[in-house]
């Protein structure tokens, strides 16, 4: 049986992504040290419907591909397929672009997946920063600064979680900034198969390895 928060959560996201009005602003701002105003907005089902739109997330996807546990040849018909399958249709998860005020092609995502209703926890989840440029130095860490505190304040959330590669390091620092500590680290081992490479927990194998999964906390509400 569902609890309030589950359906609170799969009612406001539903409601989000398919751009119908809501008490919880589907779009929040925040001021750069430049003065550029940042923009941060659901992705919703209109809003995939543009072909830039998925031309632009698989640009993306592929460009980050070695930062993801599963890794592939990165297609517009895939990314699309996605964004219907393990978007839209996903009910604990959302997907964010940031934008700068004033220009035309936002240059990064981020979103929140990965629920557990029992704990009012989830993760902040497909942190992509796609394009970069002058305008946008330090729009990550306020971008995700403003999701933080939107997930806190309109979902209920007691505890944000995140997991990164261990390698991954200028995503640490970033995350670090953002009062995210490492709580648990996981060794990964490669594995492919057709093609398709995926980095695989296993704490049971005994042979050493130089990669991990490591899982950060969210520390300012801990």
Known sequence: MKNIFQSNIEKIFRILKHGKKTSVPPKMEAILPNGKKLEIYVITKNLLAEDSVIELLAKWRDKANAWFPTQFKVTLEGTKRWTQEQLINKKDRILFLFKIGDEKIPFAHAGLYRFDYEKHSCEIDNVIRGEESENTKGAMTAGLEALINWAFRYLGIKDLYLKVFSDN?????????????????????????????SWV??????????????????????
Do not use: Q
């Open 169 to 197: 390091t200028r995503a640490i620092k970033l995350y670090e900034r953002l009062e995210f500590s490492e709580v648990n680290r996981a060794p990964l081992f490669k594995s492919i198969n057709n093609g398709v490479v």
């Open 201 to 222: 927990e296993d704490d049971n194998r005994k042979e050493s390895t130089d990669r991990y999964f490591v899982t950060m906390k969210y520390g300012k509400r801990a």
